[in-house]
Structure formats: C-alpha cells, structure tokens
C-alpha cells in the first residue's frame, strides 16, 4: 500500500502569514487529491492535481504536483480565520480507491 | 444535486452494545458506497466498499460488518462495540475522477 506522510502535523499562525503544507511518498501517485476539514464534518475536496509538476490555483490557495508525481504542496496566501481546519492528501493507490494521509491541522488565528 | 444522510449524528455507547450506523445518498446513479473511519492519530480508514446491494468488501477484519439493503443505503453494524471503535464514521461515493463525495459523519464513542 502507498503511503501518504503529511507535515507539519499540526500549524497555528496569524491572520495574514502565508503558509505550506506538503504531502509526500516514496510512489508514484497517477493524481493526487486536497481535501478540507473543518470539526464535525465531512472532508470536502479542494482540488485534484493529476500532471506532474501541474500547479492549480483556488483563490489564495496553490497546490502543486511534484514533476515525479511523489508529492504534491498546498501554499496558502494572506491566511484568514476561514482557513483553519485539517487538511487532507489524498491518492489512489492499487486496489483501495484512496489512501489518505493523517492531516495537517492549521489554525489562523485573528 | 449530490447529497448524503447519516445518521446518527452523535452516538454514546457502552462497550459490548450492538451498533447500527445508516448511510442513505441522493442524487447519484454511481453506485459504489464507501465507510471510513477516522480515529484520533490514525487519519481516514476504510473500513467497506460496496459496488451493488448486497456486495459489500471488508478492507480491514474488525468486529465491524457492513450491508447494502438497498441501493441508496449503506449500514454499518456490530453486535458488540469495543473501545477501540471510537471514532467518526463518514460514509462516501466516487466523483467523476475517483474522488470521494463525503457525508457529515456520526461521531461514536464507546465507554
């Protein structure tokens, strides 16, 4: 099974600090997926990137795919208190329809 | 549009009750549901797939048991919680792409 490690694990920053949060792998991954969580829901997906080196952009929020497609960035703008919530990678990996990573947990503070 | 129901929202169960998590979705026509589980410190599970009624797979072998009575229903049982079941169960279906559709989750806690 293809593993997802994200980092850090846990960020607290100001209002208005930019921000990075990664999501690797020793494999290849054919696409990647970024979902945010906020507390007692569900993920909502973000963004799926699927070109190595491929970079999207969601408003402040950029996401890019590694060139060797092992990893994938999410860089946030000007973070508001919006913002806060898990993050979540994502990737399809053999016969599981996706292997998540564990998180990063940001919080924005005012 | 694309919506899913879970229900409960919030459970308290005693260790060795019995468990009955439902799963119904609206508008898709794809019929591949899924149950993850995520659990402090362990990121998202699955824990079942299914591709029909009454096809269900088990990714993880646990006290947990799945069944599709019905196309547009997902449940997840046990006839008898542990400690270790704890957690927020989301139930989901593919997107176009392969990701996944997530419902608003039931938060179990067993004590």
């Known amino acids: 099974t293809q593993l997802l490690e994200q980092s850090p694990q846990f960020l607290s920053i100001q209002e208005g600090e930019n921000l990075t949060v990664y999501c690797n792998s020793s494999?290849?991954?054919?696409?990647l997926q970024w979902y945010r969580q906020e507390p007692g829901e569900g993920p909502v997906l973000l963004v799926t990137?699927?070109?190595?080196?491929e970079v999207k952009k969601l408003k402040r929020l950029t996401f890019q795919f590694g060139d060797a497609r092992k990893d994938s960035s999410l860089h946030i703008t000007a973070a508001q208190p919006g913002d806060t919530g898990l993050y979540l990678c994502?990737?399809?990996?053999?016969?599981?329809?996706?292997?998540f990573g564990k998180g990063t947990r940001l919080s924005v503070i005012a | 549009s694309q919506t899913i129901h879970q229900w409960p929202v919030t459970l308290v169960q005693p260790v060795g009750s019995p468990l009955s998590l439902e799963c119904t979705v609206e508008?898709?026509?794809?019929?591949?549901l899924y149950w993850y589980r995520q659990a402090a410190g362990r990121g998202l599970q699955l824990l079942f797939y299914s591709v029909g009624i009454g096809q269900i797979s088990s990714e993880v072998p646990q006290n947990l048991s799945a069944s599709r009575p019905q196309d547009r229903q997902f449940i997840l049982s046990s006839k008898k919680l542990l400690l270790s079941d704890s957690g927020f169960y989301l139930c989901a279906y593919p997107l176009a792409a392969g990701e996944q559709f997530f419902g608003p989750g039931t938060r179990l806690t067993v004590l």
């Open positions: 994502a990737g399809p990996s053999g016969n599981t329809p996706l292997v």
């Open positions: 990137v699927v070109t190595g080196g």
């Open positions: 494999s290849v991954f054919s696409s």
């Open positions: 508008g898709t026509s794809n019929p591949n």
